[in-house]
């Protein structure tokens, strides 16, 4: 049975091309996510699928890097299908771990998939760096509540907590910290 797995990293982005290979290719099932290719882990489908798969299925994907961004990630998986006597397919990059020629291409393209990953983040980290220099802040911004204001509504009585921290544009868990401090 070839059983499939698609994803993509952002919400923004569609999983439509890699089901239509897929479709093509003759899944039978086919596991979609939309989350980064980080962590195996953490991909709650990928883990279905791995699951899934039984002696003698084909676990197909159409790009080595939707399965995994790092070589040892990519070696666990397959050691995982091993284990279960699946094959890997990989239908744009012509990999089949069934032979010697594929099990090397595969190890060459999950090392470079690994370095564009590591690029990546450095890429990102240098541009975060320059921002911060140049005076941006990140995270959160700072609340500024009129807490006199709140205190008197609360002490008057006259609305619930839940129309107070409404009518000041919080919400109830932070009026509720508010209070406890």
């Known amino acids: ?95 089949d771990t069934t032979t010697p020629a594929g099990r090397l291409t595969f190890s060459l393209l999950g090392a470079i998939a690994e370095f564009e990953r590591e690029l990546i983040c450095e890429r990102a980290a240098e541009g975060r760096a320059r921002a911060k220099q140049k005076g941006v802040k990140f995270g959160r911004k700072p609340m500024e509540v009129d807490w006199a204001s709140i205190q008197s509504d609360i002490l008057a009585g006259t609305q619930s907590k839940a129309a107070v921290a409404q009518q000041h544009g919080i919400s109830r868990a932070t009026l509720y910290r508010l209070l406890d401090c």
């Open 1 to 95: 049975m070839k059983i499939g797995y698609a994803r993509v990293s952002t919400t923004g982005q569609t999983l439509d091309a890699q089901i239509a290979a897929l479709t093509a290719a003759g899944c039978e099932r086919i596991f979609k996510e939309q989350r980064s290719g980080k962590s195996s882990a953490e991909r709650i489908e990928l883990q279905a699928a791995l699951a899934y798969v039984r002696d003698g299925d084909a676990l197909l994907v159409t790009r080595l890097d939707r399965l995994a961004r790092s070589v040892l990630d990519l070696h666990q998986i397959v050691q995982q299908l091993n284990r279960k006597s699946v094959d890997l397919v990989v239908l744009l990059q012509a990999i």
